[in-house]
């Protein structure tokens, strides 16, 4: 079964700089679907950026990148430019494509504070 | 853009009562996900449907059962409910054809069980 580590179950940053977050899995697959997925204190899950494995190129959204290092099972996440509004829990996802499964497996979570 | 729909947002039942939850995909998308998430834990995949069918499950107790409809809206049945079943319960959609890899998350239901 694949499984998500997000070892780092806090962070914080200064309003504008750059944070990054990391997200470690284990799969004997070769080709699958990671997410990043962001829950503010409302407990929405909004999706900020996904990565097709067979993708060597790293994926964007505005300040969101992510660093995936697909033999290294690593897929992290850079927030640039941070935005008090950027404040949550970050939930690393990974979901196969072999197999049937489409259900998502969460990391752990991540809480990244904001300081203005 | 219309997002997934889930109600009621909270719910407060008894020890043993039923509950049902529903779930409104994203128009036009065809299958449906359940997850539930503990207080201070990570989302736990419950089920799925795909064009009213079961297409995948998870940890969801026999107590809970579940469908998709002929409109693609998805209940969630709880029954002889648990102190442990209070969490946040989230239904997912996703679309056919290129994205359909990505689930799009509803507001959840609180569900809260005295």
């Known amino acids: 079964a694949q499984t998500v580590t997000q070892s780092q179950p806090e962070m914080s940053v200064q309003e504008a700089e750059t944070v990054t977050l990391s997200c470690t899995y284990d799969?004997?697959?070769?080709?699958?679907?990671l997410f990043w997925y962001k829950q503010p204190p409302s407990r929405q899950m909004i999706l900020v950026i996904r990565?097709?494995?067979?993708?060597?190129q790293n994926a964007t959204e505005n300040r969101f990148s992510v660093n995936f290092q697909k033999a290294a099972k690593s897929f992290s996440l850079k927030i640039s430019d941070s935005q008090l509004g950027d404040a949550a829990m970050y939930f690393c996802?990974?979901?196969?494509?072999?197999?049937?499964?489409?259900?998502?497996?969460f990391g752990k979570g991540m809480k990244l504070t904001v300081n203005p | 853009a219309a997002g997934v729909i889930q109600s009621p947002r909270h719910l407060i039942k008894e020890k043993r009562e039923t509950a049902t939850l529903k779930c409104y995909p994203i128009?036009?998308?065809?299958?449906v996900y359940w997850y539930q998430q503990g207080p201070g834990q990570d989302p736990q995949f419950l089920i799925s449907?795909?064009?009213?069918?079961?297409?995948d499950k998870g940890s969801i107790p026999d107590r809970f059962s579940a469908q998709q409809f002929s409109d693609y809206h998805s209940e969630l049945n709880m029954s002889s409910l648990e102190l442990g079943d209070s969490a946040l319960y989230f239904c997912?959609?996703?679309?056919?054809?290129?994205?359909?890899?990505?689930?799009?998350f509803g507001p959840g239901t609180r569900l809260l069980v005295l």
């Open positions: 990565q097709e494995a067979y993708k060597q």
């Open positions: 996802a990974y979901r196969s494509i072999q197999g049937g499964s489409e259900k998502l497996v």
């Open positions: 997912a959609s996703s679309s056919p054809g290129q994205t359909q890899e990505t689930q799009y």
């Open positions: 799969t004997s697959e070769s080709d699958y679907y």
């Open positions: 128009p036009r998308h065809d299958t």
């Open positions: 449907f795909y064009e009213k069918m079961q297409s």
